[in-house]
Nanobody, 124 residues
Framework: VQLQAFGGGLVQAGGSLRLSCAAS????????MGWFRQAPGKEREFVAT????????YYADSMKGRFTISRDNAKNTVTLQMNSLKPEDTAVYYC??????????????????WGQGTLVTVSS
């Protein structure tokens, strides 16, 4: 499956941003999906994951209550709604796909396919 993330941009602290990830191929619904982020000089960090059906989600502690992951299997898309953004949320955000047997998969090495990333910049 090929993934393309978009929706990043510049937002003020406290604001919101919605990221989307479009997937190609007819097998999208067989994968669990995840969002990761990577700030300059830091390792790639787990953000959230959603299972293949969309019924189960899992978040990194620092994102709980602020971020919401969802998916639309009919449209082959997964989204990340980010609210109450902080300057420390500034990073390149990546969507990724992992085989459905792995849930919740929080380690980047578990994921098979990656999008190209979209930059989110939160100004103070």
């Amino acid at each position: 499956v090929q993934l393309q993330a978009f929706g990043g941009g510049l937002v003020q602290a406290g604001g919101s941003l919605r990221l989307s990830c479009a997937a190609s191929g007819r097998t999208f619904s067989t994968y669990n999906m995840g969002w990761f982020r990577q700030a300059p000089g830091k390792e790639r960090e787990f953000v959230a994951t959603i299972n293949w059906s969309g019924r189960s989600t899992y978040y990194a502690d620092s994102m709980k209550g602020r971020f919401t992951i969802s998916r639309d299997n009919a449209k082959n898309t997964v989204t990340l709604q980010m609210n109450s953004l902080k300057p420390e949320d500034t990073a390149v955000y990546y969507c990724a796909a992992v085989e459905r047997i792995w849930f919740p998969a929080t380690g980047p090495n578990r994921y098979n396919f990656w999008g190209q990333g979209t930059l989110v910049t939160v100004s103070s």
